[in-house]
């Protein structure tokens, strides 16, 4: 699905990510060391990169990445956990996940990457609808043909595939769509997600695709 | 220094200048006239010879004789009485005397200048009472010592000048001592003056007196603090970076047991095997928490843990953190019960702290709650406080089975709740456990 360049220093972790990502669909390119990393850049789509390497370590390599490919997502994959070094690598990186990790995560957070920077068409099933991720066309299933969703409808329904799977809390979906802070009590949100669901849900009433997570907001699951 | 040297002496050089000044008039007057002139019995003895050596009465005599006491005494005065009371010569003599002396005029006259002023000498002349007496009358002031005098005749000059001495000894006192206080109080307020470590900044030192002494050693102090302050830092960026590359040496293996473990577990292998597997991940999962934890408390235990303490909408901050929770929760099967109200004020928190806060009580809930599978978070609020809520239907945290370890998240959770000001408030029963974060307003 992805071609992901993977630098790993330890032999047992790299090869055991290799296979796994690779069982996942995914084809790797494992390096143990940031030499000759360039070679690679123009058919990575993605780069995960450990931060404690022989030579330049993996904050150097990931700013060396965005700096020669900025549309590059970067994952930096580390036993490093204090909070200076997750934000020195959140500074330029995409993602930081600790190890010991679960390789399940690990791919759920590539995918969530992918989405986010639009590297894959892929094609989702929720419940009756297709979605196409790379244009966002809806396609009804049941009734086969395709939804058309107005500006606000399309980018709300935009941040919710770039965020599969995750929480969105009232927030984080007013301020990533609209672009301005959310004020309490604001029933914006709240009017576009019953339009939302209008055109996407079999049933707006009882909504299978937007889920409302009560308490904290919306989630679109697959 | 000058300054000081002359305050110190001035008291001394007033007292010399007086002194000096005294002296030179005492001199002076002296110089007027000698001892034997101011001797008030040599005066009468020698008026009383002169009077005696005086051959006859005759005007021409006694007139030249008042001349040449006239010469030596000018401020005298004297007079002449023949031996019929007749006032026959005067002399410089002030009031009215009587042209006619009759004896009880003359007795009144002794008695009232007996011991009086002028100072006053009767003698009869040529020694013999029938030839007449002649008086000499000197002001007694002339006989005063000379210092007396000095100030009668010069005391408004000798005034003037010890007040001036005082007016000239205040000014420079008061210039003296505005000096030194303006330069105390720029060195106070110097010391007072914080740089971004908060440290004193040192003083641009422009005399070498006392003060500029005082403003050097201060500066070395100042020197001093920032090195202590830069060892300080230096010595915590190097334990921060031995306990964070403990833990990374700590993890790796511990990757690598997780990735075998992973391995394994997709081979087809027996139930027990599965178990087993299932047991190993357990641990691998507590294993990481607990090398996390056992982190941040020596961190926190030594006081060097960053915190970053900014005004926080707490409300939104619950829900991003639940947001990030709820799929654990779902997935383990747990009703999550989320009921926010939105608070007054914000909270004062560093936002890192407060998720690991939230991390740790949320973990405890997870493994000793899943009795109950259900977890509260709300929040609460009284005309004194603020609070989040978790409350969990497990079988509280004395009943728990799981691993003693545990207890250093709530160590945790307690210091830095601590460390942000906060309170928080933990109920422990058989029915389940309700933990309280509390701001006081």
């Given at each position: 699905m992805a071609r992901i360049l993977y630098i790993e220093d330890e032999s047992d972790i790299g090869s055991w990510l290799k296979n796994d990502l690779g069982e996942r669909g995914h084809e790797v390119i494992w390096l143990?060391?940031?030499?000759?990393m360039e070679g690679y850049f123009s058919e990575a789509d993605i780069a995960i990169l450990d931060v404690?390497?022989?030579?330049?370590?993996g904050f150097s390599l990931g700013k060396r990445i965005k700096k020669v490919k900025n549309d590059m997502p970067v994952l930096m994959l580390s036993a490093r956990t204090a909070v200076e070094d997750k934000l020195e690598g959140l500074s330029f990186a995409d993602d930081y996940l600790t190890k010991p990790f679960q390789p399940d995560e690990l791919a759920a957070r590539i995918e969530v990457l992918l989405r986010r920077f639009q590297k894959n068409d892929q094609v989702l099933d929720l419940h009756h609808l297709q979605v196409h991720?790379?244009?966002?066309r809806i396609i009804d299933r049941e009734a086969d043909n395709e939804i058309q969703l107005t500006g606000k409808q399309y980018q709300l329904f935009q941040f919710f595939i770039r965020h599969l799977n995750q929480i969105l809390t009232k927030e984080q979906l007013y301020e990533g769509v609209w672009g301005e802070q959310y004020m309490e009590g604001d029933k914006t949100l709240m009017v576009h997600i019953r339009y939302l669901r209008e055109k996407l849900e079999k049933n707006p009433s009882r909504p299978?695709?937007?889920e409302t997570i009560r308490g904290i907001g919306y989630r679109v699951k697959i | 220094m000058a300054i000081i040297l002359v305050a110190l002496f001035l008291f001394q050089a007033a007292y010399l200048l007086v002194a000096m000044l005294a002296m030179g008039l005492q001199e002076d007057i002296s110089g007027e006239q000698n001892q034997n002139e101011t001797d008030p019995k040599q005066i009468e003895e020698k008026w009383h010879a002169d009077s005696k050596a005086l051959k006859n009465s005759s005007r021409e005599s006694i007139s030249s004789l008042f001349a040449e006491w006239k010469r030596t005494y000018p401020a005298a005065s004297m007079f002449w009485v023949d031996e019929m009371g007749n006032l026959m010569e005067q002399r410089d003599v002030k009031g009215n005397l009587p042209a006619q002396w009759t004896p009880a005029y003359t007795a009144k006259f002794i008695k009232e200048r007996y011991g009086g002023d002028p100072f006053t000498v009767i003698s009869f002349i040529g020694g013999d009472e029938k030839n007449g007496f002649i008086v000499l009358e000197i002001p007694?002031?002339?006989?005063?010592p000379p210092l007396v005098k000095a100030a009668e005749k010069y005391g408004i000059f000798l005034g003037a000048g010890l007040l001036l001495i005082i007016t000239l000894f205040i000014i420079v006192s008061f210039l003296f001592f505005r000096g030194i206080r303006k330069r105390l109080l720029h060195l106070q307020e110097a010391m007072e003056r914080r740089d971004m470590d908060s440290l004193p900044i040192g003083i641009d030192v422009q005399k070498n007196d006392e003060i500029g002494q005082l403003e050097k050693t201060f500066n070395e102090m100042v020197d001093e603090l920032k090195e202590s302050k830069q060892r300080e830092q230096e010595e915590e960026q190097l334990r921060r970076e031995l306990i964070a590359n403990l833990s990374h040496d700590l993890r790796t293996p511990l990757t690598k047991i997780n990735a075998h473990t992973y391995s394994i577990g997709k081979e087809d292998i027996s139930p027990e095997g599965k178990q087993a597997v299932k047991a190993l991940k357990t641990s691998i999962v507590n294993i990481d928490r607990l090398i996390e934890n056992l982190m941040s408390y020596t961190l926190l235990m030594a006081s060097k843990h960053k915190q970053e303490l900014i005004e926080l909408d707490e409300v939104r901050f619950v829900r991003e953190n639940m947001a990030s929770w709820y799929p654990v929760f779902e997935k383990e099967g747990f009703e999550v019960n989320i009921e926010l109200e939105p608070l007054e004020k914000k909270w004062k928190a560093d936002p890192m702290w407060l998720g690991r806060i939230f991390d740790n009580i949320l973990q405890n809930v997870l493994r000793h709650a899943k009795d109950g599978l259900y977890l509260e978070v709300a929040t609460l609020s009284s005309e004194e406080w603020d609070a989040i809520v978790f409350i969990d239907h497990g079988k509280g945290l004395k009943n728990s089975?799981?691993?003693?370890?545990?207890g250093i998240g709530l160590s945790i959770v307690d210091m830095m709740v601590k460390g942000m000001n906060l309170e928080w408030d933990i109920e422990s029963g058989d029915s389940g456990t309700v933990i309280k974060i509390i701001r006081k307003h």
């Open positions: 143990q060391s940031g030499e000759g404690m390497l022989p030579g330049l370590d991720t790379k244009d966002l299978e695709i937007i | 007694r002031n002339l006989f005063l089975s799981n691993e003693r370890g545990a």
